[in-house]
């Protein structure tokens, strides 16, 4: 089962089918939207200035919907940029873990023992 897409990657899909200038069915296959999703988000998307409607119901990116594909692709970029890194990380971190703390994943460590507190009347 697929992952669910966020809200930003579903606006940054329907930008990108609108680029060239789309209508509705277009931007509803391409985008991988039901109709209810799509009325929703070309509404947003028209509010907030990132496409508008020309002719007989195409849909074409503004100067607006442009920079947000732009910035969109820097943060996709930077984004998977940094879960690379943060897979080395945690790759780097097992390889840790399994040369000086051979047992560290099967240790209990609620149980370990420990030593009693001293109060004051032990000496």
Same mark, same amino acid.
């Given at each position: 089962?697929?992952?669910?897409?966020?809200?930003?990657?579903?606006?940054?899909?329907?930008?990108?089918?609108?680029?060239?200038?789309?209508?509705?069915?277009?931007?509803?296959? *391409?985008?991988?939207?039901?109709?209810?999703? @799509?009325?929703?988000? #070309?509404?947003? $998307? %028209?509010?907030?200035?990132? /496409?508008?409607?020309?002719?007989?119901?195409?849909?074409?990116?503004?100067?607006?919907?442009?920079?947000?594909?732009?910035?969109?692709? *820097?943060?996709?970029?930077?984004?998977?940029? @940094?879960?690379?890194? #943060?897979?080395? $990380? %945690?790759?780097?971190?097992? /390889?840790?873990?399994?040369?000086?703390?051979?047992?560290?994943g099967s240790y209990d460590w609620n149980n370990s023992p420990r030593?009693p507190n001293k109060t004051v009347n032990d000496k």
């Amino acid at each position: 089962m697929g992952q669910y897409r966020k809200r930003l990657e579903i606006i940054a899909d329907i930008l990108s089918v609108v680029k060239g200038g789309a209508r509705k069915t277009r931007i509803m296959y *391409q985008a991988n939207l039901s109709y209810k999703l @799509l009325t929703a988000y #070309l509404r947003f $998307v %028209r509010e907030s200035g990132l /496409v508008s409607t020309q002719g007989r119901g195409e849909y074409v990116l503004t100067q607006k919907g442009h920079e947000f594909l732009d910035k969109y692709g *820097q943060y996709l970029q930077r984004f998977e940029q @940094l879960e690379t890194e #943060l897979k080395d $990380v %945690r790759r780097e971190r097992g /390889v840790l873990e399994a040369l000086y703390i051979p047992n560290a994943g099967s240790y209990d460590w609620n149980n370990s023992p420990r030593k009693p507190n001293k109060t004051v009347n032990d000496k």
